[in-house]
């Protein structure tokens, strides 16, 4: 499993080859038994090829032009240039798997505290999930990449998915066309606790943050 782990990659060039489909249901099933908070499985899992993904793209095109007029993400105008360009990746994947949140809110839904728990504990169910079809692509010899830019469309891209849920993804799949070398990895900070060690940690917190800071001068 450690190999799979360091072989992964984000991968944004794809080959046209077209993902059989028994490998895309077992990605899918890797992503289906990830641990769930409270065993909620908070999941629906939207496949798209052909024309359905070529419709999804049409959404996701309109929901940035859209943003560029009436933005959703005002504070997020600066990474829209990316959201193009993850846009031009979407069009080279031959699948598209949206990670719908059945049991989410819209995100202009107030929430409580509770709420807000519930809905955090979804998220990293998800995020496992999406992690575990990351793997499952790796030993299938297959290329993915996480995308949050559909925020930018969520509207639109919920309004085609009618998901009835909250959109939390999208699963780009396919044959890599390349081979990215692994991204550095910060340091691994591990804190063993061993009884009354509220002050330790303190204190290796704060150091840790001066090393982080150190390091950008």
Not at 138 to 163: H, K, M, P, Q
Request: charged letters at 20%.
């Amino acid at each position: 499993m450690l190999d799979a782990i360091a072989a992964r990659r984000s991968i944004r060039k794809f080959k046209s080859t077209p993902v059989p489909r028994h490998i895309i249901e077992e990605i899918i099933k890797a992503g289906a038994l990830a641990p769930s908070s409270k065993n909620r499985q908070p999941w629906h899992f939207v496949v798209t090829t052909g024309k359905a993904k070529e419709e999804a793209l049409a959404a996701m095109e309109q929901g940035l032009r859209r943003e560029a007029q009436q933005p959703f993400l005002p504070e997020s105008a600066q990474y829209i240039a990316g959201a193009w360009n993850t846009l031009a990746i979407m069009r080279q994947a031959p699948v598209l798997i949206f990670v719908v949140n059945p049991l989410g809110l819209d995100l202009l839904t107030p929430q409580n505290a509770e709420n807000r728990v519930f809905e955090i504990c979804n998220a990293q169910s998800i995020g496992a999930a999406v992690e575990n079809m990351s793997l499952a692509a790796v030993e299938n010899g297959l290329g993915s990449l996480w995308i949050c830019d559909i925020y930018f469309a969520y509207r639109e891209l919920c309004t085609w998915l009618n998901c009835g849920g909250e959109l939390a993804a999208v699963f780009a799949l396919g044959y890599a066309a390349e081979a990215p070398m692994p991204r550095v990895r910060a340091k691994i900070l591990m804190i063993l606790l061993n009884g009354a060690a509220e002050n330790t940690v303190s204190r290796i917190m704060r150091l840790a943050f001066f090393i982080a800071i150190l390091r950008q001068l």
